[in-house]
């Protein structure tokens, strides 16, 4: 038990730059749930999370990719507004399938993402300047194309895109809450738990396949005891996850597709080449260049991809407000660069973990949603989320500077 006690010191030792986000995270889950008497970790609560973060989580993917790659986008949440005016335009003032309308707010995407990576790669203007000219462009554009008025509402199909429901499929089982004549019957959904059993052994499975394979190759691993003691704490997670959704109205549908996302940008980042030259040309330039990455290129596809995700997230977002407003998006990059930048990406590039930004989205989702259960003021939610960027990346520094490569 000694030994397992000591490796945990030396992982959180060796490791705090990517182990102090995860150890952040509880205690800022289990602060707020003291704070708020335990309803922030409530099945309707943790819901409610999911819906009301599932486009600053997509964006998040695209953002670390920029961020490692060395650049930054500001205009995210114009194209977002943007995108999501003309999937408004298209379904509710011109009548058109909803189906249409999701396409198109990724296809507008995909064309913004195409243009700022154009004036980014091949003209060599600093992303910053493209991105800022770019928040100000989209969200004219935007104004123009609502002609400065709110749209709404969408159909009921494109609605379920953000707000929608997989529950039913295996049926529920029924449960109680309180007892004798003041119980209250309460359906659980099968298929919700069936979902979080199946990612449980996804874990499992992966990760001893990945243990096995650095063993493989003589690598250190932790013992077996903590290998152990980290695979309960995670399957522990997750199904409560799991029942806190199936407790309240079932899997949303939007977790589904972030779901989908987070496992392909898993592999883009970690197991393919283009993954790879973003983390070489971000970490170090001149030797991208010497070893034959098409620089040009990769800038140009990071931010087409930074388009494609903020498309999404505009259909996701356009659908959970139900329509389509001239202010929309506003300071959405500011969470989004905020999620990257808490989950331990560098402000230098060439560093920065997919999953890293999703738990720094989930920081940011926890306290702003704590903050609104306990009635703190919208100026007060503003000055805690700028210390905490703040101080997450002057770790960062700090780290740099402890590791003598600060530049």
Known sequence: MNNVFTEVKDLLTHNLRTSGIYIAFVAIILLFTILTGGTLLSPENVTNIVLQNAHILIMALGMILVIVGGHIDLSVGSVLAFAS???????IRMGMPWWVGVIAAIVVGIVVGAWQGYWVAYVGIPAFIVTLAG???????????LNNVSLSPFPTDYREVASGFL????GTITVGQ????????????????????LAVIGVVVSSLRSRRTRQGYNQIV?????FVLKLVVISAVLLA?????????GFPIVLIIVAVLILIYQVIANRTVFGRHVYAVGGNLSAARLSGVNVRSVNFWIFVNMGFLTGIAAAVFSSRSNGAQPGMGNMFELDVIA??????????GGVGRVGGALVGGLVMAVMTNGMQLMGVPQSSQQIVKGLVLLLAVAFDIYNKRRAGTVR
């Not at 003309?86 to 379904?91: H, P, R």
């Not at 529950?167 to 295996?170: A, L, Q, R, Y």
């Not at 007892?179 to 069936?194: C, H, R, S, Y």
């Open 167 to 170: 529950d039913g499929p295996f």
């Open 222 to 226: 932790e013992s077996m005891p903590l």
């Open 178 to 197: 309180g007892e004798g004549l003041m119980a209250v019957p309460q359906t659980v959904d099968i298929f919700t738990l069936v979902i979080g059993v």
């Open 241 to 249: 996850f799991a029942w806190a959704l199936a407790y309240n109205r």
């Open 85 to 91: 005016a003309v999937s408004a335009v298209l379904v």
């Open 135 to 145: 928040m100000l462009l989209f969200r004219g554009l935007t104004w123009l194309v």
């Open 339 to 348: 999620a990257c930048f808490i989950g331990g990406a560098s402000t230098m």
